[in-house]
């Protein structure tokens, strides 16, 4: 019988062998979470609702939809109508979010656990760019009220083009204005 040199019998070797067992470790959690979250995101286009309405919770997660002449916004618990009529005006911008709720829970112990910091990469793949949608409208009495939600990447347009078509008044887009302003 032919002895080989292994090396994860010295110290070198260990260490070594370590890195690579943390490596297909994160690897594979990775996968995994990117799986659950690639399922999630294909078959369900929910908006991030974060501030300003009536009756909703922060962070609340829901279907934001155009019908009769209003804007809904409801969750499984609530929902709040605003007249498109009553809209002043629409602003876009984008942010860069990271993943939050039971995966993003699972990937943020996972990057602690992940020995020699590997854990970093987890937290790094996790984030993903939201379009930021701003509804300024006003009540029946008057006063200026702001919405603002979190839609996926690239359903922001759609839904201000959607608003203003519906007669909802809106300054125009930063893109309009610079092809109005070319010589």
């Known amino acids: ?6 090396p994860a019998r ?5 260490e070594e062998l ?12 990775v996968g995994s979470v990117l799986a659950q979250t690639a399922a999630t995101t294909a078959g369900n286009q929910k908006v991030r609702y974060i501030i300003g309405l009536d009756n909703m919770k922060a962070n609340d997660s829901g279907q934001l939809t155009l019908q009769d ?9 609530a929902e709040t109508k605003v007249p498109i009529s009553s809209i002043d ?4 911008g984008a942010e860069t979010t990271q993943s939050g709720g039971k995966t993003g829970r699972v990937v943020k112990t996972a990057a602690m656990a992940a020995p020699f910091e590997s854990g970093k990469a987890l937290t790094i793949l996790m984030r993903t760019k939201v379009d930021i949608l701003t509804v300024a ?12 939600f979190a839609l996926p990447k690239g359903q922001g347009e759609t839904m201000r083009t959607q608003l203003i078509q519906a007669g909802a008044h809106a300054s125009p ?7 109005r302003s070319k010589p």
């Open 18 to 29: 370590k890195i690579i067992v943390a490596t297909l470790i994160t690897m594979t959690a």
């Open 173 to 179: 887009a930063a893109k309009e204005l610079s092809e």
């Open 69 to 77: 002449g209003v804007l809904r916004f409801a969750t499984g618990k």
């Open 89 to 92: 005006d629409i602003f876009l």
């Open 137 to 148: 409208f006003h009540d029946p009495d008057g006063a200026v009220h702001g919405s603002i």
């Open 1 to 6: 019988m032919i002895a080989l040199a292994s």
């Open 10 to 14: 010295t110290p070198e070797g260990r």
